[in-house]
């Protein structure tokens, strides 16, 4: 009798250790961390749905420029924000200067060319209003002298040429227009073209009258 209940603890007792060995193990879950947000109020998660954030996901917010004080290194000073270069002021007076310099150097070589002119040194003075020309190709008066110069020279085609040229540019200047006519006559009569001189002389008085 004694030997049966031996029998049956030490079976009812390895039958208790074999069931908790197979008993599952049950895993908690990790302590999750505080919950962060955006600026609008609301939580950052890792994937959409989730109010919290990855562990391996940081949220990294913008650090301004700073600077310590004179007085006390360890103080932290905000630096005031930094404002545009203006525009303006610096590159127009460069400008201004240019143009001032351009216009002196082209007067000069223009009040050259005309006393070479007036000394009968055409090759020199039409030299002279070449070099002023490259530097205002738009000056009216510039490509008159040279007209007034090639008609001294005697070349009388190339003088029609360069006062028509000066017409052109002139636009409202009806006193440098009426110069340019009277070159383009003379240059006209020398060349034999008295009916085409005529008319020219007719447009030259025109304008000489307003």
């Known amino acids: 009798m ?6 049956f603890l030490v079976t009812f007792l390895a039958g208790f ?20 947000y955006d600026q609008q109020g609301r939580p950052v998660g890792s994937s959409p749905g989730s109010p919290f954030p990855s562990s391996d996901q940081q949220i990294h917010q913008p650090r301004a420029p700073y600077e310590t004080s004179k007085d006390d290194p360890s103080a932290v000073l905000q630096k005031p924000p930094v ?18 310099y351009l216009l ?24 002279t209003a070449e070099r002023a020309i490259r530097m205002d190709p738009a000056n009216a008066k510039l490509w008159n002298l040279l007209a007034r ?19 052109f540019l002139a636009k409202n200047d009806k006193r440098l227009q009426a110069e340019n006519w009277r070159i383009i006559v003379k240059a006209l009569h020398e060349n034999g073209r008295t009916i085409e001189a005529e008319r020219a002389l007719q447009k030259a008085m025109e304008l000489e009258k307003d």
């Open 104 to 127: 002196a150097a082209v007067s000069s070589l223009e009040n050259q060319s005309e006393q070479l002119l007036a000394q009968g040194r055409t090759d020199q003075a039409f030299t």
């Open 17 to 36: 250790i074999l069931s908790g060995c197979a008993a599952p193990v049950y895993k908690y879950p990790p302590k999750s961390s505080e919950p962060v």
């Open 83 to 100: 404002s545009p270069p203006r525009i303006g002021s610096d590159v127009h007076a460069d400008s201004a200067s240019s143009d001032d």
């Open 149 to 167: 110069i090639q008609l001294e020279r005697g070349n009388y085609s190339q003088a029609e040429q360069l006062s028509r040229k000066s017409n």
């Open 2 to 7: 004694n030997i049966c209940r031996v029998v």
